[in-house]
């Protein structure tokens, strides 16, 4: 299978997920805002999820159908995601398990794939999983580890999401 997101050497992302986490663009341009509010995940002020404790980091993306899909780490270091599941019929929330990264959700409505994708480092690897995969299915990105995820967005002149990794890359061995 063809990676889905690229890697430009040079690149200009008008809607950079590095620098607005935690916001969204909707399909009609508006820019919506994920909290938590004490009781609940927001999105735009509007209660979505149940959610007691504090998560200790929040970020969301809408999907072709401006869905929102909501990924948070738990105070016991635990990743969920909450997203629309066509199978079902309805929203889902999914644990990933313990990721020691801040995982980052972007969509690509606007190109010609129409999926949602979640990236993250984990071992400082990266790794993303799709929508389209119901969240399930983990792919490493690139056989090398990185010092973080700088960006992930649209780049100008692609029709590609882009994840920006730390460079320099960690040197093998």
């Not at 199978?87 to 999914?94: F, K, P, Q, R």
């Not at 993250?120 to 399930?136: H, I, N, T, V």
């Not at 580890?145 to 967005?153: E, H, L, S």
Request: proline share 9%.
């Amino acid at each position: 299978m063809p990676n889905p997101i690229a890697s430009p050497k040079y690149f200009n992302l008008p809607f950079n997920r590095n620098f607005q986490r935690g916001y969204s663009k909707r399909s009609t341009g508006e820019i919506h805002r994920v909290q938590w509010n004490g009781t609940h995940i927001t999105v735009n002020s509007s209660p979505v999820i149940p959610l007691a404790n504090q998560p200790q980091y929040l970020d969301f993306s809408y999907d072709q159908n401006d869905r929102p899909q909501i990924t948070w780490k738990a105070q016991d270091g635990t990743v969920y995601i909450y997203f629309y599941n066509v199978v079902l019929s309805g929203y889902e929330t999914l644990s990933l398990g313990t990721i020691p990264d801040q995982p980052i959700i972007h969509n690509s409505y606007l190109l010609s794939v129409n999926d949602t994708f979640l990236a993250y480092l984990k071992d400082s690897y990266p790794y993303y999983r799709k929508q389209s995969d119901r969240y399930a299915v983990e792919y490493l990105w690139k056989n090398r580890q990185y010092q973080g995820i700088k960006g992930f967005g649209y780049a100008l002149g692609s029709n590609s999401l882009c994840l920006i990794l730390g460079y320099p890359p960690i040197p093998p061995g």
